[in-house]
Structure formats: structure tokens, C-alpha cells
């Protein structure tokens, strides 16, 4: 530990890190001017300067990147569970397609009825399920922005916590949506230069 500074970085270390810290806030600075003036007015330069701090060394960018990754598999899945509905849909009609194809004449009066009638139960079915399904994938959905924002919390995000408000889930967008472009821009140009 630098005795002299107090920081466990080297005076060195600690000057880079000062320079990082200015860089970043400057940055997000910039970045915050394509938001919607509304929510550039509740990041205050406090908030902007919290989160350049978080950012420093890099880790909020990976566990960025890992929430995400997350989310998409999640989001995938539930849309595959979705669809896989649908297809039994089209597996009926398949179905009853070749049904018809093989059928003789004169049984036909007897099999359409037939087949009406298990379409039409089918939908009932699909449409109780669908929305039982949809009812699952907002639960999970709402559960998934929850482990976010306590994950980010936990690691020392500024304006991360746990809220339903939806100006609060907004705002906490619109910080992911700079974190995200900060993180673009600082790999397309190969990171900060000390």
C-alpha cells in the first residue's frame, strides 16, 4: 500500500486510475447528450462519475456482458417453448391432411365432422395454454430484470436496485444502453490508452 496516498495502488497506479476515472466520465458524458432530455436531467454529474468509477477496471462490462448473454438464452428458449405450440397446430393439420388422402368416399361425411371437431378442441386448448405460457414468460421475464439489477447492485453500479417503477426500470436502460455503447466504443478503439 502507497503509505503516502492512502490507495492500495502505487501513486503510479493511482494517477492512471484518476486519469481512467476522468476519461470515462467525459465519455458518458458525451453519450448521455443522445438521451432523451428528461433522462439526461436526472443523471447527475454524481451518478455519471459513480458509474465511471464501477467501470474502471473493466468487470461491470464482462458481468454486462454475461446478464445479457443470459437474457438471450432465456428469451430464446421461451420463445422455442412458444413456438413449439404452434406446431402442434400444424401437426394436426398434417395429420388430418393424410387422413383425407386415404380416406374412402363414402366415410368422409363422418371424418370431417370428426377432424372439425378436434381442431376446435385443439385451439381451446392452445389458447388456455398460450396464455399460461405468456403468463410464464412475463414471470420470468420480471425475473430475469430482478437478478439484473441485484447483480448490478451488488457490484457498485450507481442507479441499480431493485424497482417495478417503470421510470426507474427506464433510467436503469438507458444506464445499460451507455454502459453497453461506452464498452463498444472502448473496444473498437482498442480500450483506454494510459
Known sequence: MD?????????GDSTKQQERHYYLLSELQTLVKDLPSSFQQRLSYTTLSDLALALIDGTVYEIVQRLL???HLTERNLYN????LHSLKQELTKKHKAALQ??????LALLKPTQQAEFEALEVRLKEE???MDKKIVAE?????????????????AGFFITTNPQEL?????????ILKLQQKESQSGGFCY
Do not use: Y
Not at 421475464?141 to 453500479?157: P, R
Open 3 to 11: 503509505v503516502q496516498s492512502g490507495s492500495p495502488f502505487g501513486q
Open 69 to 71: 448473454d443470459i437474457q
Open 81 to 84: 417453448q412458444r413456438q413449439k
Open 102 to 107: 386415404v380416406c374412402k368416399p363414402h366415410n
Open 130 to 132: 398460450q396464455k399460461m
Open 141 to 157: 421475464m420480471d425475473q430475469k430484470v430482478i437478478d439484473q439489477q441485484n447483480t448490478l447492485e451488488a457490484a457498485g453500479v
Open 170 to 178: 427506464t433510467m436503469q436502460m438507458n444506464l445499460l444502453e451507455l
